[in-house]
C-alpha cells in the first residue's frame, strides 16, 4: 500500500512525488520525481500525479475502485486516478466480518469501496479498518466506517496514532486552503488550450478538487481505536492476520499485515 520512502515525518510532500506532465515519457517522469517539484504543494503533486495516471491508466468507468480477488477471501482494491488520490486497499473477507486495510483520502471514497464490496464481494460487515500509517491518503476516509453504524475499530501503531493527532487536521486545513490557486491553475491552463479533451480534464480536475474542499470543510478526525508498539494479532477461523511494526519506513509508524 506505500508509497516509496519518506525521509520524515514532516516530508509529506515529498512522500508524494509521483508527479510529472502527461506529454513527458516514463525517464522524464522518474527525472522529474527527484528534482523539478521538491518544493511543490501537497495540491501541485496531487494534481500532476493525476495527470501522470491519466496517461499510464486506462480509462476508468464511475466506481472509484477495481476490486480483483486475490484468493480465497483476500481482495485487492485498485484505485483509479482522481484529482485528490487515493490509495489503494486490501481486503480480507473472514467467517463473519471484513477488515479493510487503509481508508483513502475522503469520506465518500471509503463509502464508495463499502458499497461496492456489498456489490461485489460481501454483504458481511466491515469490522476492522487498519491505518498503515497517517498519511491523508490513507486515514481521512476513516469517518464514513464510523458512520455505518456498527461495531467498528481502526488500528495502527502507537507511533502512527500519535502522528494523526499531532498533523492531519493542520495539514488537511493547507489541503483545502490550496484549492483555489490550484483552480486558478486549471482554469488558465484550459482557457490556452486548444485541445477540447485537455479542456475537458481540466474541467474535470477542477471539479474533484472543489467537491475534495467542499467535504472535506467538514471533517471529522477519526483516530485509532487499537494501538500498539511491535505487532498485534487479529485472530479468526478463516485466517489470522498479523499486524507488525518494524520500525521506520515510509513513515515513522508504517505497519505491515501479514496473513499466513
Known sequence: ???????APHSHARAH?????????????????????????LLELAYHRAAWARAAAPASDDTLFTIQKVTGGIYFAHAHPQAM????????????????????????????????????????????VINTHFHW????????????????????SNTTRQLMTQFSVARLKESIDGVPAQVDKLRDRAARSSDPAEKAFCVEQIRQMQAYAAELRDFRLELPTITFDTS??????????????????HTAGDVFVFCP
Open 1 to 7: 500500500m506505500c508509497h516509496p520512502a519518506d525521509p
Open 17 to 41: 512525488n509521483h508527479v510529472a506532465q502527461h506529454s513527458h515519457s516514463r525517464r522524464d517522469f522518474l527525472r522529474i520525481m527527484s528534482s523539478a517539484f521538491a518544493g511543490a504543494s
Open 85 to 128: 488520490i487515493n490509495c489503494n486497499a486490501a481486503i480480507f473477507v473472514r467467517s463473519k466480518d471484513v477488515v479493510v486495510v487503509d481508508a483513502h483520502s475522503k469520506p465518500s471514497a471509503a463509502a464508495a469501496l463499502i458499497q461496492q464490496l456489498q456489490r461485489e464481494v460481501t454483504t458481511k460487515p466491515v469490522r476492522y
Open 137 to 156: 491518503d490513507h486515514t481521512q476516509g476513516n469517518q464514513a466506517y464510523r458512520a455505518i453504524g456498527h461495531p467498528i475499530d481502526f488500528i495502527a
Open 232 to 249: 498485534y494479532v487479529l485472530p479468526d477461523p478463516a485466517f489470522d492476520l498479523h499486524i507488525e511494526f518494524h520500525g521506520h519506513s
